[in-house]
Each structure stands twice: as C-alpha cells, then as structure tokens.
C-alpha cells in the first residue's frame, strides 16, 4: 500500500489516506503564498530555453489557485531590462522580476551564483509589506528551494517545495554522451529535502525517488498529479482541419516530437525509429511526415544544429520537418494534426507534453519511464516502451501505419483519459498541501513557545 498521500485518490498512486497533519478543511488554507522560479519565468515561451513544463505547471497552478482564492506571487529572475518590476498573469496572480545577475547570457548552470543576489531581491520585496503578508512559500526547482529554504525561516512560514526534477534520478539514467548533474545540485537538494514541511510530488514513483535516493520522511510527501489545460488541449474540430492549418498532408503518418532539444528528451530516439521504418517500408516515404517542434536547450546547447545533421546521416532530411517552439494554441493544433506524439524521454518527472497530446485526441508512444506511465495509459491511449532501442520504437509506429483506424481509435481513448487531468483538481489538492503544512506548522511554534 502506498505510503503517501495522494490528493487524487487515484487507484494508481495508491489509497487516499489520511493527510499527515490533520484533515485538510480543519484549518484554514493561505491568503497568499509567495511561489519562487529563480531560472525560468511564468511569461517565458514554453519549449525555449530552460522553459517547458514547469513554466506551464507554475502559470496554471497560479492562475487556479487564485480562482479559488489564494493569491500568488511568482518571484522570478529578471532576464530583460524592458519589464516592469510586476507584471499581473491574471487577477489574483503577480509576477515579480528581480534583478540577480545580467539580463541576458546566463546558462543555468551559472545560476547557483547568483542565488544570493536573488534572495536580496525577494527579501526587499518583503520588507516592503505588513508583517505576515506571505503564509507560505512554494518553491519550484532546486534553485527556488535554496531561495525558499532561507526566506520561510526569516519570515516564520511554512516552505513547500516542488522538485519537477532530481539530480540522482537523472545522472542514474543519463543518455549516452550526456552530461551528470553536479556534485552541488545534489547536495542542494538534500538540504531542501530535509528543510521542507512538504514536498509536493508528481507521482508515487517520484515519491518513492524522494524517498528512496534523498532519504525524504515519507509522512511530509504529498502526491499531486500535474493538469492539463483542458479548455485549450481538446480534440476541437479534429486532424484534417487541424492539418489543413499547418499545411500537412491529409492522408500522411505524421510522429510528432515536441519539446526541447535535449539528449534527455531523445529526439534522435524518434530519427533513428523512422530510419528503421523506412528501410523496412521505403513505400511508406511518400506518405510520412516528421514534425520537430521546439529549440535546443540544456546540454543540447553545445551542438545545436545536430539533430538536422542526423537526420541527413540517417537519409530521412527529406521527411523532417523542423519548427521553432511556438505558442500554446499553435501546439494544440500540433498535436491535433499529429497521427502520435512520440516521447523517448530519459527522464521525466511527469511529462506533461503526453497529458497535453491525449487532450488533443492524440495517442502517444513513450518511455515507460518516470511518470509517464501513469500519464499514459499502455494499450489504451497509446504505448510504453520500456528502453530506448529505436526498433522498438519503430514497430509501435508501423502499427499506426498498418491500422490507420487505430490512430482515431487510440486518439478517442487518450482525450477521454486526459479529462481525468484537469487542473482544478490539481489546485484544490495543492491547497490542501498548504493547509495541512500551515497547520504543522502552527502546531510547532506552539509547542516551541508553550
């Protein structure tokens, strides 16, 4: 049985049990909480940079939080000089950019160094405020927790934080020719584990990771599946129109990879697949199209243009079609118009892009790894795949080859599995989070000054 609690009751993160701490409606939830992202911004352009999925989850979360009342302030670096020191995402919902380093040409890796500028920056927007103008923090990150850590403890709050990824996790399953985490990501998320009233967790297999590789107390770790957008992600007015759009061929196979450009995103996991296709099917050439939507990032950085090279390597620069990042509701159309989102991450600690695609009537084909399976549902609404050999990747496309009708089929399951995803849901069980460490929280500084 699992051990954690999962806000969602779902059968797949095990029981809902009794929240550490007291029921959640027992105490009162936050009026405000202060929610930190030091390395990527709210406003940022998903799929650029060092923003993805996090910068989605932080925008959303915000944004229901508010609706049901907490109000959220996001600290984040300021990386241009053009922005007002506050911005308001939505009613309810300020960005805050602070100035820690300069503006532009700072890798995250240079990040560490300038945490303590950063800090300076949310401290002076504090000592602008009443006292107890925050309830609580909630950093996202391992670079928000350092921030975190130190600002709950000067302001008398509880800290929640949320990982999105771990270092051990990641350098335990690297892909070939990658670069490890360093020594001081690891020991910052060790203090921030142990700082923490609660960690907040996509699944029960990244609960387990907290625990198991960061030696987290299991009773301060809530599982909260990530939502997905469901009013934006919808299967809308279907492929061929959504097609039509994007000026794609009705009647092609199209695997769509979107993300960033990373080797622990493993595009050149999907290349390699449609190489091994084609071989064994060259008819098929004239009717597949390879959609790669999204900019290099991280360790992908140092060989940006290598991906198009493989390509050419490989023989397939004919059918892959390169595209920059782009907006939310241009991705909805790509994966409307997609025939299956192909993920052969690495590590992922949800993998939100999977949730998306399903919502969109799109089925996908993913690692089993991380939380993907629990995002996707394997012979439901697409496939897992456990490793990273591209054959097998390969033989999971030629079954949307050979049974077109399978990508309306799996498509139809998938955006009926999404719906169990929205992010009200996600919202409501994070405040219960908040609720039950506030009330922790207080019961400990009763017990320290009684």
């Given at each position: 049985m699992s051990q954690y609690v999962s806000r969602l009751g779902s059968t797949r993160t095990g029981p809902r049990l009794r929240f550490p701490g007291g029921f959640p409606g027992s105490?009162?939830?936050p009026r405000r909480i202060a929610m930190l992202s030091v390395h990527t911004s709210p406003l940022h352009q998903p799929g650029t940079g060092d923003a993805g999925g996090m910068n989605v989850y932080i925008v959303e979360l915000a944004k229901r939080l508010a609706a049901i009342n907490i109000e959220v302030e996001v600290f984040t670096r300021a990386?241009?000089?053009?922005?007002?020191?506050?911005?308001?995402?939505?009613?309810?919902?300020?960005?805050?950019?602070?100035?820690?380093?300069?503006?532009e040409g700072l890798a995250k890796e240079d990040l560490p160094a300038q945490l303590c500028a950063f800090t300076h920056g949310v401290m002076q927007a504090w000592a602008g405020q009443r006292p107890g103008y925050y309830d609580l923090v909630h950093s996202h990150?391992?670079?928000?927790?350092?921030?975190?850590?130190?600002?709950?403890?000067r302001w008398g709050v509880p800290l929640v934080h949320a990982m999105h990824t771990m270092a051990k996790v990641k350098n335990a399953a690297l892909a070939a020719g990658d670069t490890p985490e360093?020594?001081?990501?690891?020991?910052?998320?060790?203090?921030?584990?142990?700082?923490?009233?609660?960690?907040?967790?996509n699944t029960a297999e990244e609960a387990d990771e907290l625990v198991r590789f960061y030696d987290a107390d299991p009773s301060s770790v809530a599982v909260v599946h990530p939502g997905v957008n469901l009013d934006r992600f919808r299967p809308a007015d279907g492929r061929a129109a959504a097609r039509a759009r994007l000026g794609l061929p009705q009647d092609a196979l199209i695997p769509l990879f979107a993300g960033r450009i990373q080797p622990l995103k493993a595009p050149d996991v999907l290349l390699r697949a449609v190489a091994v296709l084609l071989e064994r099917d060259?008819?098929?050439?004239?009717?597949?199209?390879?959609p790669v939507v999204g900019g290099p990032s991280g360790s992908g950085l140092a060989k940006p243009e290598g991906l198009q090279k493989?390509?050419?390597?490989?023989?397939?620069?004919?059918?892959v079609r390169f595209h920059p990042p782009v907006g939310q509701d241009r991705l909805a159309d790509w994966f409307r118009a997609a025939s299956v989102l192909v993920m052969p991450s690495y590590s992922e600690s949800f993998g939100l892009v999977a949730i998306e695609a399903q919502a969109a009537g799109t089925p996908v084909v993913a690692a089993a790894v991380g939380g993907l399976p629990v995002a996707v549902r394997d012979g439901g609404s697409g496939f897992l795949i456990p490793g990273h050999e591209p054959e097998a990747y390969a033989r999971a496309l030629e079954r949307f080859a050979d049974?077109?009708?399978?990508?309306?089929?799996?498509?139809?399951?998938?955006?009926a599995h999404a719906q169990s995803f929205g992010w009200d849901t996600a919202a409501s069980a994070t405040a219960d989070v908040y609720t039950a460490a506030l009330a922790d929280h207080r019961r400990r500084a009763r017990t320290h000054h009684g």
């Open positions: 105490s009162r939830k990386t241009t000089g053009s922005l007002p020191p506050a911005v308001e995402l939505a009613p309810g919902v300020l960005v805050r950019h602070v100035d820690a380093g300069p503006y990150y391992w670079l928000s927790g350092q921030v975190g850590w130190l600002a709950a403890q360093p020594a001081a990501r690891v020991i910052g998320e060790t203090q921030i584990v142990n700082a923490s009233d609660r960690l907040i967790a060259p008819s098929l050439r004239s009717r597949i199209v390879v493989l390509a050419a390597r490989l023989g397939i620069a004919d059918v049974a077109p009708e399978l990508v309306e089929r799996m498509g139809a399951a998938a955006a």
